[in-house]
Nanobody
Framework: QVQLVESGGGLVQAGGSLRLSCAAS????????MGWFRQAPGKERDLVSA????????YYADYVKGRFTISRDNAKNTVTLQMNSLNAEDTAVYYC???????????????????WGQGTQVTVSS
């Protein structure tokens, strides 16, 4: 069992930055791909970014490439999403999730993610 707690959401103006953090407890943190999903009203939950257990492989959705950076600290059981150049389309609830997966690979299928945080709201005003 893994418990995930997100923090760092809030209201920011377009062009600004936010940093989301997710603290995990439970089984060895490095055995999980960690992902950040987001869900806007009336839309499906999408994978925004993910990082392998090793921290050496990452995935970014095309619409955040060059703007968002994911990182993890296996010693502290945390994963972070640095979000820069935010725009109104980034407004959503952001969820941290954990998927038991290969150490050097990244899980991309939402169904692979077994554990989810409660979500944190990110609102970007234009």
């Amino acid at each position: 069992q893994v418990q995930l707690v997100e923090s760092g959401g809030g209201l920011v103006q377009a062009g600004g930055s936010l940093r989301l953090s997710c603290a995990a407890s439970g089984r060895p943190f490095s055995s999980y791909t960690m992902g950040w999903f987001r869900q806007a009203p009336g839309k499906e939950r999408d994978l925004v970014s993910a990082i392998s257990g090793s921290g050496t492989t990452t995935y970014y959705a095309d619409y955040v490439k060059g703007r968002f950076t994911i990182s993890r600290d296996n010693a502290k059981n945390t994963v972070t999403l640095q979000m820069n150049s935010l725009n109104a389309e980034d407004t959503a609830v952001y969820y941290c999730a954990a998927a038991p997966f290969s150490y050097f690979a990244v899980a991309r299928e939402p169904s692979t993610y077994a554990y989810w945080g409660q979500g944190t709201q990110v609102t970007v005003s234009s």
